[in-house]
């Protein structure tokens, strides 16, 4: 469990990585995981081989030495584990995806999107991972791409299982990501949450299966998170006006306040619309989130319903549905207004991986979907910052009041944490 949460922190160095220097690493862990399915493959077959004392004949044996792999963002550094025959019978460990002159891959860039978006196919992974390693991974057998798989998914299985006794986070996006991939009998929703620590760093905190978003849906995960030790929710939680994921968090983190995303509340209202008013609609209701205070958003709220309250009434019952819930952020650090208005961090982060979804048709288990699902987002975990302004959140935490967006606490103390 120590060892996940690590994985999870990025370190200062990593931080300051270039694009080229993540694609590197990820690029070095992938075929690390490879090479040892490939391995495991092969103790298994002499698993029953004993010598004349019993014992195992064929055992690991440490590595060989480290060796880098040429591509075209720089070397990447490889180590290939390597075995011992006890027996005498010239039993070796010759890798499939790295064998001994591989020395120079044909285009790591596009590899490892290839990979990914190729990975629900055994025989398709071996296509994908040939780019990244030429002709010697023909050789990867659909036996070692099931096990790697199998490894995602008992992978994802303990980090939804890990303590979340002392986590602790400000701000949530939430959202139900709809997949094209079938799992045995229906199409899958994911549930996915993503927070913010009070360092300002964004983090994963759950990706799970559900049906249609639904309350009993979310309230499984959210009580799930409880369990594990998560008992305050954060300040504030931004998703869209799914009713299932609201109704459950008024029910296990009543604490917490909403925040409609403003990007899913422009396209319903604008979908009952002319397409010859909507350009003009958008800018309208973009003058209402963006307005510097809260008096100015009501003023902008107020004229937009003044102008298309008589025709179109649909599209104003649907803005006046969730008038304060979409204002909510006007309670907040200002600097954080960007980030806390919609459910953007889950929308980028899952366009990949919907591509991905799009591109195999299909059907494929639990397990595998969202082993892989866990193993890209993970792989962009990496590349996130941390929100802008994040230095506000110790100012929250000491007991500073935020109206429209600026510190009006009455004690000096915290205006100071709060400048």
Same mark, same amino acid.
């Given at each position: 469990?120590?060892?996940?949460?690590?994985?999870?922190?990025?370190?200062?160095?990593?931080?300051?990585?270039?694009?080229?220097?993540?694609?590197?690493?990820?690029?070095?862990?992938?075929?690390?995981?490879?090479?040892?399915?490939?391995?495991?493959?092969?103790?298994?077959?002499?698993?029953?081989?004993?010598?004349?004392?019993?014992?195992?004949?064929?055992?690991?044996?440490?590595?060989?030495?480290?060796?880098?792999?040429?591509?075209?963002?720089?070397?990447?550094?490889?180590?290939?584990?390597?075995?011992?025959?006890?027996?005498?019978?010239?039993?070796?460990?010759?890798?499939?995806?790295?064998?001994?002159?591989?020395?120079?891959?044909?285009?790591?860039?596009?590899?490892?999107?290839?990979?990914?978006?190729?990975?629900?196919?055994?025989?398709?992974?071996?296509?994908?991972?040939?780019?990244?390693?030429?002709?010697?991974?023909?050789?990867?057998?659909?036996?070692?791409?099931?096990?790697?798989?199998?490894?995602?998914?008992?992978?994802?299985?303990?980090?939804?299982?890990?303590?979340? *006794?002392? @986590?602790?986070?400000?701000?949530?996006?939430? /959202? =139900?990501?709809?997949? %094209?991939?079938? !799992?045995?009998?229906?199409? &899958?929703?994911?549930?996915?949450?993503?927070?913010?620590?009070? *360092?300002? @760093?964004?983090?994963?905190?759950?990706?799970? /299966? =559900?049906?249609?978003? %639904?309350?009993? !849906?979310?309230?499984?995960? &959210?009580?799930?998170?409880?369990?594990?030790?998560?008992?305050?929710?954060?300040?504030?939680?931004?998703?869209?006006?799914?009713? =299932?994921?609201?109704?459950?968090?008024?029910?296990?983190?009543?604490?917490?306040?909403?925040?409609?995303?403003?990007?899913?509340?422009?396209?319903?209202?604008?979908?009952?619309?002319?397409?010859?008013?909507?350009?003009?609609?958008?800018?309208?209701?973009?003058?209402?989130?963006?307005?510097?205070?809260?008096?100015?958003?009501?003023?902008?709220?107020?004229?937009?319903?003044?102008?298309?309250?008589?025709?179109?009434?649909?599209?104003?019952?649907?803005?006046?549905?969730?008038?304060?819930?979409?204002?909510?952020?006007?309670?907040?650090?200002?600097?954080?207004?960007?980030?806390?208005?919609?459910?953007?961090?889950?929308?980028?982060?899952?366009?990949?991986?919907?591509?991905?979804?799009?591109?195999?048709?299909?059907?494929?288990?639990?397990?595998?979907?969202?082993?892989?699902?866990?193993?890209?987002?993970?792989?962009?975990?990496?590349?996130?910052?941390?929100?802008?302004?994040?230095?506000?959140?110790?100012?929250?935490?000491?007991?500073?009041?935020?109206?429209?967006?600026?510190?009006?606490?009455?004690?000096?103390?915290?205006?100071?944490?709060?400048?």
């Amino acid at each position: 469990m120590k060892q996940d949460t690590k994985d999870m922190e990025m370190s200062p160095a990593r931080l300051g990585m270039t694009l080229e220097d993540l694609l590197r690493e990820g690029a070095r862990e992938l075929i690390e995981k490879a090479v040892g399915a490939e391995l495991t493959e092969l103790l298994g077959s002499y698993e029953n081989v004993k010598t004349l004392c019993g014992q195992q004949a064929v055992v690991r044996n440490g590595y060989l030495p480290e060796r880098e792999v040429l591509t075209p963002v720089g070397p990447v550094s490889v180590r290939i584990p390597k075995v011992r025959d006890r027996a005498g019978g010239g039993v070796k460990f010759n890798s499939s995806l790295v064998p001994p002159y591989v020395r120079r891959s044909q285009s790591l860039s596009a590899a490892l999107p290839w990979l990914y978006l190729k990975g629900s196919s055994t025989g398709e992974m071996g296509a994908a991972l040939e780019v990244l390693v030429g002709e010697g991974a023909k050789g990867l057998s659909p036996a070692v791409v099931s096990r790697l798989k199998s490894q995602w998914g008992e992978e994802y299985a303990a980090w939804m299982k890990r303590d979340l *006794s002392q @986590e602790r986070f400000v701000y949530w996006w939430a /959202d =139900g990501i709809y997949c %094209s991939l079938r !799992s045995e009998d229906e199409r &899958l929703c994911l549930l996915v949450i993503i927070g913010v620590l009070p *360092s300002g @760093e964004k983090r994963f905190v759950a990706i799970s /299966d =559900g049906f249609r978003e %639904s309350a009993e !849906s979310w309230k499984t995960l &959210l009580r799930d998170l409880k369990d594990r030790g998560l008992t305050a929710g954060p300040r504030l939680a931004i998703g869209d006006g799914a009713l =299932g994921f609201w109704s459950a968090l008024a029910e296990v983190y009543p604490d917490t306040q909403a925040q409609r995303c403003w990007v899913h509340k422009m396209v319903n209202v604008l979908d009952c619309l002319p397409k010859s008013l909507q350009a003009k609609a958008k800018s309208e209701l973009q003058a209402i989130f963006m307005a510097e205070t809260r008096k100015q958003a009501y003023t902008a709220f107020d004229r937009f319903i003044r102008t298309y309250e008589a025709k179109y009434p649909k599209a104003v019952e649907k803005l006046l549905r969730d008038r304060e819930a979409l204002l909510a952020f006007y309670d907040f650090p200002a600097e954080h207004w960007q980030h806390i208005r919609s459910t953007n961090p889950i929308e980028s982060t899952f366009a990949t991986i919907r591509h991905r979804s799009n591109r195999t048709k299909n059907c494929v288990s639990r397990n595998t979907l969202l082993g892989l699902v866990y193993r890209l987002a993970r792989e962009a975990e990496k590349g996130w910052q941390r929100i802008r302004g994040f230095e506000r959140i110790a100012a929250m935490d000491a007991g500073a009041v935020f109206k429209d967006g600026i510190a009006i606490t009455g004690s000096n103390d915290d205006q100071q944490l709060a400048a």
